[in-house]
């Protein structure tokens, strides 16, 4: 395939020209599965067609990532994708939208969960570049926020680490507009705060106003729920059973109240999700027997009028939700801590929790077999 510019440089400001290439080391096998190192690379070509293209790259040009995945389920194969997005340039040759668009790439190369690789990014042109992965036939998908790397940065992320819970799109929260609700949460985001969902999952969504239950329609796969105009008192219920090969997070429910009236434009609802973030191996599992410390975050929506809790309690469960007891929780820093104390047996922890705002906005989540216990590890 040939291309050039022909005539002269178009005035009007718009994308017209793409490179994207993925590179990879072989993997034990000689072929790229299980690649230890990869490379992305995207250039983009302002307003014109793109006339002979040449690239000497140098560490210094890209982004290094050093990047350990986790796994939900064994004897599965993770498939990442990465898409470059141009960032949204008003003049200089392009246009695009507030949220920026561009080359999707979307491309990886698959490898056996646990894995660490290391991922290489280039730079050039301010791209934002946005992580997914897909692990097995719809265990996992868990999708990073588009981050805009410098050249010679270097970094590490861990990756489908629990605990697996409720979530926020970087691109499609929840919202109200006018009389319509769209719920849209994920279940399964991991326990670094990225959004996820399981297609695994049987969920149910339920809507109440002032007590009274609303009825849901369906468009383009998503629920959405008409509204009266009013403000009113919503109760606003995800529930989901998570069927195999997934272990864990295998029974989520969440459940907020918040008060809502009608809005001229797509409007954040006020929602807060929790998040456990326990220290796990890369099997997402914990030792059994003493004192164990779990940090939570109570993550208010961006954008809304969702704001930090004023009251949260954490309760914990040995035995799939069969019986609770509390969680004390601490202060350390800017954080919360929960002090849980494993028995000492294989098994599965499960937590609940609740967390009111001051507006009176509270969320409750429960996740049973939230991560795994085991007596076979040590400190």
Known sequence: MHRARIGPQVSEPFVTSVVNSVWARPGPDGTITDS?????????????????????????????????????????????????????????????SPDGEGPAFNYGVPFHAPFTRTVHYSTEGRLRWQDEIMEGPGVAYIVSAPTVYQPGQ?????????????????????????????????????????????????????????????????????????????????????????????????RTSVAWTFRSAYTTTRTALPLSVIRFS????????????????????????????????????????????????????QRAGDQTIETLQHPNRDGFVSLRATSIDANGTKVEQTIIRAYRISTELGD
């Open 36 to 96: 230890p190192e990869i490379y992305n690379l995207t250039w983009v070509s302002k307003g014109q067609m793109i006339t002979g293209f040449n690239r000497q790259v140098t560490s210094r040009d890209l982004a290094t990532v050093r990047a350990g995945y986790g796994s939900q389920a064994t004897g599965v194969l993770t498939s990442p994708y990465v898409n470059a997005t141009i960032p949204p340039w008003r003049d200089g040759g392009i246009a695009s």
């Open 154 to 250: 270097h970094d590490a992320q861990r990756w489908n680490r629990g605990v697996f819970g409720p979530s926020f799109s970087p691109r499609n929260p929840p919202y109200r507009d006018r009389d319509l609700i769209w719920p849209l949460v994920g279940l399964y985001g991991d326990g670094a705060g990225r959004f996820g969902r399981s297609y695994t999952a049987d969920a149910r969504t339920t809507l109440t106003r002032d007590g009274v239950e609303i009825p849901g329609s369906e468009a383009e796969g998503v629920v959405q729920f008409s509204v009266p105009a009013g403000e009113g008192t919503y109760r606003l219920q995800i529930e989901a059973d998570r069927g195999a090969p997934g272990t864990l997070s295998t």
């Open 278 to 329: 326990p220290k796990l191996n890369a099997l997402n599992t914990a030792r059994a027997t003493g004192r164990y410390a779990v940090p939570v975050t109570v993550t208010p929506l961006p954008g809304s009028t969702a704001t930090a809790p004023t009251t949260l309690t954490v309760e914990v469960s040995y035995d799939d939700g069969g019986s609770w007891q509390p969680a004390p929780l």
